[in-house]
């Protein structure tokens, strides 16, 4: 696709539900990237793909939150027993190799998750 | 935690005037971008500048990287006011894979008519 898309693109939910996320990144990244952006703040990473596996999800901030890219191209996120602290912009990003040395990451606009 | 820290956090300007924006970082890094995010098009990448370069140009957008001082600075010339946004500067480096990027707290930036 001409740039990465996510859906929805505003999520509304009940404080203890599962939410999925989506992502498509640009058709041929490998690297995919997850982020988090809360209210004034800079986005945050959660993790990173390159290819099907998850290659650094140290940014995940516990147990409940988790992401698959089965087949190599689109990701879900997954959030289980959400909290209202979970509110926050989604952001997911893909870059083509994603090389040290070249590592232009390209953003989707983002999924707007809010937790009641 | 946010790596990269932006400076100022606001800067109001008028149209035709420069505007310049700091950030400072931590660790040793591969390369250093700087995006942009409004509300209609999200967070954009402008330019990313390498570890072994100094300064970089795109239109008119001026990069400096000084990586003995763990900074960096973008200069906007001419400012629009469809340069009005929040700015962020992101580096690598600092994660398990090297490649998830840091960002900023971002400089909000105001150009007016």
């Known amino acids: 696709g001409a740039g990465v898309s996510q859906t929805p693109s505003n999520k509304v939910t009940e404080k203890g539900k599962y939410v999925e996320l989506r992502c498509d990144p640009i058709?041929?990244?490998?690297?995919l990237y997850w982020y988090r952006q809360s209210l004034g703040q800079g986005p945050e990473f959660l993790i990173y793909?390159?290819?099907?596996?998850?290659?650094?999800d140290s940014g995940l901030p516990n147990d409940r939150f988790f992401a698959v890219r089965p087949e190599g191209s689109v990701s879900t996120l997954k959030i289980q027993r959400t909290e209202r602290g979970d509110s926050a912009v989604y952001l997911c990003?893909?870059?083509?190799?994603?090389?040290?040395?070249?590592?232009?990451?390209?953003f989707g606009p983002g999924t707007r998750l809010t937790v009641l | 935690s946010q790596q990269g820290e932006e400076d100022p956090q606001a800067l109001s300007i008028q149209e035709g005037e420069n505007a310049t924006m700091n950030c400072s970082y931590k660790?040793?890094?591969?390369?250093l971008q700087w995006y942009r995010q409004n509300s209609g098009r999200g967070l954009v990448h402008l330019i990313l500048?390498?570890?072994?370069?100094r300064e970089k140009h795109s239109g008119r957008l001026r990069v400096t990287l000084d990586t003995s001082k763990k900074s960096s600075s973008l200069l906007i010339t001419a400012s629009r006011a469809a340069d009005t946004a929040s700015y962020f500067c992101?580096?690598?480096?600092?994660?398990?894979?090297?490649?998830?990027?840091?960002f900023g707290k971002g400089t909000s930036l105001l150009v007016t008519p």
């Open positions: 992101a580096t690598d480096g600092d994660s398990n894979s090297g490649y998830a990027l840091n």
């Open positions: 660790t040793s890094i591969n390369n």
């Open positions: 058709s041929g990244h490998t690297a």
């Open positions: 500048i390498r570890s072994n370069e």
């Open positions: 990003a893909s870059s083509l190799r994603g090389l040290a040395d070249d590592n232009e990451q390209f």
């Open positions: 793909f390159q290819g099907t596996g998850a290659a650094d």
